[in-house]
């Protein structure tokens, strides 16, 4: 009985050690977020001085989703350590006060920037090149933007799209990301 008792004991235990760390705010919070100024244009020098990738999660508070991310794909050692690696990210929280200044020097609280960047889902997340102009938005600046929540090949491979500037290139993201899943599945 008494083994019975520990070992449901341990079970109630391990979802609760796997759980993302939540700040005040009540947002996931990973090793590799920055806390910065928030001023886009020093952050993306900063990447640029690492030789790192600029990446902008925006996620709110009871998001499911997010959560999946942080619970069940960022926790992945492969990724977690790709991005440790390769990103420079900042965390928006979507219905936040923080200010932040974007790339073409508007001031604005990040609930306020959101708006103005149009993103309506959490997580949404924007990757953005090595030069922006000071004459964009974040959204106009992006390479590429990922709404929502995704499995571990699809993120994988949209951060490695990104560091190889796959954008750049012929092959779109779809098709590209069709060919890695297939080696990763194969």
């Known amino acids: 009985m008494k083994r019975l008792v520990l070992t449901l004991v341990l079970m109630l ?3 609760a050690a796997l759980a993302a760390e939540l700040g005040d705010d009540g947002l996931h919070k990973a090793p590799w977020m920055r806390d910065t100024f928030m001023d886009l244009r020093e952050d993306l020098a900063e990447a640029n001085a690492e030789d790192k990738r600029l990446m902008i999660i ?7 989703y997010c959560k999946k991310m942080h619970e069940e794909v960022f926790v ?3 990724i977690e350590q790709f ?8 965390q928006i929280n979507m219905f936040g006060d923080v200010e932040v200044t974007d790339f073409d020097g508007t001031v604005l609280p990040e609930k306020d920037m959101v708006k103005r960047w149009g993103a309506l ?21 992006a390479v590429a933007n990922m709404p929502g929540a995704f499995g ?8 490695n799209w990104v560091v190889e500037e ?9 098709k590209y990301h069709a060919r890695k899943f297939e080696e990763q599945n194969g």
């Open 83 to 90: 991005i440790e690696d390769n990103y420079f990210v900042l």
């Open 121 to 141: 889902f959490t997580p949404s997340i924007y990757f953005f090149p090595s030069a922006v102009g000071d004459d964009l938005t974040a959204p106009q600046a």
């Open 166 to 174: 796959g954008y750049e290139g012929d092959e779109p993201f779809q």
């Open 76 to 78: 992945i050692p492969e």
């Open 13 to 15: 235990m391990v979802p």
């Open 58 to 64: 925006i996620e709110q508070r009871g998001c499911i």
């Open 152 to 159: 571990r090949w699809t993120t994988f491979n949209m951060l």
